[in-house]
């Protein structure tokens, strides 16, 4: 299914997508998903899980804040979407700084997602090879983490999206790279983790692996428009929402290779 018109579909279905993400993320996080043309939930608590999951287009897991509360929602969340077949996105966000971060993020990977969003070190990371991170942030090139994200997709029958400068996608078999967005972008807190929210709205409209791209590519897009605008990453963000929203689907192609 080509970018733009997965674009175009998302903004006619408007999917109810299942965000459980960090508390610097729930914001503009939901934001970012409405100005795509979707409809985000932020719910997490455990006891709401087995009645709101089954609802929704698609799920996205974010373990930027994590505890076990959460944690407990998020395994419970994953398999009702793998009993369910329900597309899901799983953001494993800097799982190496703990053993307790690495043993969540390994368990909600073996519930099979349907993408694995991240940089370049959790990438790495997430096969058992050293990287750079430091913290959220990358300390690895794109680059340098292709190997490890063609393992992971085939090891677990998944797309993986290694986001940077130049974006990477691999099912195992397929790739594609996204150009484009801005230098302010990783200037904005919790962007990274809002572009895993709305992959999920973009997974629950078409398949995962031209889901991912067209994700990307509306991001990409996006961030390139809002810096022309913008006067700094303040400025960026307000500019960046408006650029979500008045994306043309026929742009999309542009940044893909």
Known sequence: MPPNSLMTALRAQNPLVHCITNYVAMNIAANVVLAAGASPAMLHAEEEIADFTPLCGALTINIGTLSAPWLKSMRAAAQIAQDRDLPWVLDPVAHFISGYRRRAAQALLALRPSIVRGNASEILALTGEAGAGKGADSGDSVEAAKGAARNLAKDFNTVVAVTGPVDFVTDGAQEAHVSGGSALMPQVTA???????????????????????????????????AATEARGPGSFQMHFLDALAAADPNELPKVIA
């Not at 962007?191 to 992959?199: R, V, W």
């Open 191 to 225: 962007l990274g983790c809002s572009l895993t929210a709305l992959m999920g709205a973009y997974a629950a409209t078409g398949p995962a692996f031209e889901a991912a791209i067209a994700c990307l590519a509306h991001f990409k897009v996006a961030g390139s428009r």
